[in-house]
């Protein structure tokens, strides 16, 4: 936890921003779940909770996709934007093989969109995480 804290004072100090999600790996997340007090309690609660805690008012994501050890702190509506290039089109065609033989479908959906890192500095790479 003291390394997420001092990813937030660096995101309040330096472009001061304020911390809007905290982006941790499973592993790291039941560490920081499980922390207890010198009294023996849980830190955040319990840990069997349905109710997900924020980290110094952010708001938690827990994902594999980031890498165990490691985590972000951000402030998501200055950091980035996603971009639409073409709105959701579906297609369904019947003239593949013995598709309208066989009463089959084949159908494709695809939307087209980008997402760009506007300001980098909204995003502070958290590291050292057990």
Do not use: C
């Not at 369904?92 to 494709?108: D, K, P, W, Y």
């Amino acid at each position: 936890m003291d390394a997420v804290l001092k990813a937030q004072t660096k995101l309040r100090t330096g472009p001061f921003l304020e911390p809007t999600d905290v982006i941790l790996h499973p592993n790291n997340f039941e560490t920081v779940r499980l922390a207890k007090g010198s009294d023996g309690t849980y830190i955040l609660g319990n840990p069997l909770s349905q109710d997900r805690p924020s980290l110094g008012g952010a708001r938690l994501h827990i994902t594999t996709d980031m890498t165990a050890g490691t985590g972000l702190v951000m402030n998501s509506g200055e950091a980035a934007r996603v971009y639409l290039r073409s709105d959701v089109r579906v297609e369904i065609a019947t003239e593949h093989g013995e598709f309208f033989r066989s009463n089959l479908r084949a159908i494709v959906a695809e939307e087209r969109l980008t997402l760009a890192v506007r300001r980098p500095s909204a995003i502070v790479k958290v590291t050292g995480l057990n």
